[in-house]
């Protein structure tokens, strides 16, 4: 099939390579002219395993091509919408700028009987409203969010553990013919994923938008309750990482996402829980969503304590001190620094007089340009030579790993803070650290 994908940042760049990947005919388009001439030389804009490789192998194919100008989507079957929706500069609602741009830019190019598909995280009403911008031409709007995670969104996109349709309704919630028609052309589109007995959700368009961003907030919920029990711990001695594991036992609750630890970050748990916390005090219904406040503010809480933790290992004052942050992306595996948790650190203790040296795997350009203030080293080693605190922050495999007698050789004291509970402090204290973390006595 023909298809457009509109935005090519985290989401449309993979997702464009993956549909070329599955056979398709695939055209990218970005307003950005250096992220389309990156991805026309095959190179990948940002860090995100899987997708070099992806590029070269579809770009040999010829199937994926890329432009700034939005006439060259003309003529495909399917156009997925999938730029970005910030949050609005000081409020919690989302920013649509992006989407209505695309919308409006597409327009002219559609054909009666394309499909349109709304992959990017909205505010429940937004694909209404799309449907009708988009109606005078005779193109059919399908509500398709997605799912993927950085870091696996080449594995997530080709492999997604569920599919979503959100279709064009009649009064009794029944698809629409269209609908029906629409939902045929993403079957083909799908044809691979499906015929792997991936899960599909057929639904309304209210629906579609709303799994998107309650998904979201479950996960984030999920983080914040056992940062929550974290903070139980830490009044009590408890270890809030076998309590997860012993929680996450029973099969209801899981173990999945119960690492306590610095909490959520990135471009999508932390605006998307704000963006839906809006959207439900436009609708009238704030109180239902009044608890992702509160999820928020524990995420928030645990950045704070962990400037605390620092302050207390050093004896009450950072002042002066030299600390190493290991890790700047929000997670790992990947180099987005979108409301990293760790920097967020970083850029904290050298606000109140620490010296922070930040290094990162792959996001020390991208966290340079965030807080130029910050030192940045290439290495854990160069990080924290002379260091009086080591942080780990993002739980990279090679931070993880790392060996306290290596470490101890270049540090100024050995003082470790684990912020991802990520290494065994036995093995580090036995090694002559003191080792602290969220949550572990
Ligand atoms: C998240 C969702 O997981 C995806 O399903 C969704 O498609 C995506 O947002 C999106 O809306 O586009 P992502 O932002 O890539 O994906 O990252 P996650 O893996 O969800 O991690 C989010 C944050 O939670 C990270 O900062 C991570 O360190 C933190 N986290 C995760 C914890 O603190 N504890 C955990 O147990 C798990």
Redesign the pocket.
Known sequence: MRLSVIGCGY?GAVHAASMAQLGHEVIGIDVDLKKVDALRAGRAPFYEPGLPELLTEVGATGRLTFSTDIADAAGADVHFICVGTPQVHGEFRADLTFVNAAVEALVPHLRPGDVVAGKS?VPVGTAEAIAEAISATGAVLVWNP??????FAVEDTLHPDRLVYGLPTDDDGEPTAEGSKARSVLDEVYATPLSEDTPLVVTDYATAQLVKVA??SF?ATK?SFINAMAELCESTGADVTRLADAIGYDARIGRR???A?????????PK?IRAFMARAGELGVSDALSFLREVDSINMRRRVRMVDLAREVCHGSIVGKRIAVLGAA??PDSDDVRDS?ALSVAAQMQLQGAHVTVTDPQAVANARAKWPDLHFADTALEAAKDADVVLLATEWTEYCEIEPDALAAVVAHRRILDGRNVLKPAHWRAAGWTYRALGRP
């Open positions: 989401l995280t997605e799912f993927l995670r950085e870091g998904a979201n996960l983080i996402f119960l690492n630890g610095l909490g959520f970050g990135g471009g999508c748990l998307d929000f997670k948790p």
